[in-house]
């Protein structure tokens, strides 16, 4: 039997439109799953900037939104507990917030951009648990020299109203400071450096 004779455009045609096919197949097939690669819109909502009114904020209150899964406390503080950051700052470990756990913006005394508004990630840096708000001045079970701050349940850690860490507590360094500025005197971005100070 030779070759001679066979009519390979059939076969070239055959295998042509095969490998098509084919092509197209693995088009369907590649492109969900390289789609499943990029973050779902729960994903990049939980990473976004979180605008925060605060102009209903208290002096002496809490406020807790959510940023990026972690709890992010923003307090109003008085101008006593402001006056009473500078005499804390021979018992802390870190009153100069020398570590870069914060922006730049953030490595005062107050750990802030404005002296009043703390803001900050309520996670202990010691073992990850969330401390409590504590504003009360001589708490019986925090001692007599205690002028506010937040201690944490799980091992005792204790940070004054700046987030700055006491010394000889378990947890290393400052309570973290996060991107953030103000978008008007009383709404901040959370999330975002910007440029506004």
Known sequence: MTTDNVDTSKRRTLTLATSAVAAV??????VPFVASWSPSERAKTAGAPVEVDISKLDE??????????????IVKRSAKSLEDLKTLEGSLRDAASENE??????????????PEILVM?????????????RPDIAAADLGADWKGGFFCPCHGSKFDLAGRV???????TNLEVPPHYYLS???ILVGEDGSAA
Do not use: M
């Open 25 to 30: 197949g693995a088009g369907f097939v590649a």
């Open 60 to 73: 002496g209150r809490l406020l807790t939104v959510e940023w990026r899964g972690k709890p992010v406390w």
């Open 101 to 114: 756990q914060q922006p730049e913006y953030a490595q005062n005394a107050t750990r802030s951009r404005k």
């Open 121 to 133: 990630v309520g996670i202990c840096t010691h073992l990850g648990c969330s401390p409590t708000y």
């Open 166 to 172: 006491y010394s000889g507590v378990p947890a290393p």
């Open 185 to 187: 005197d009383n709404v």
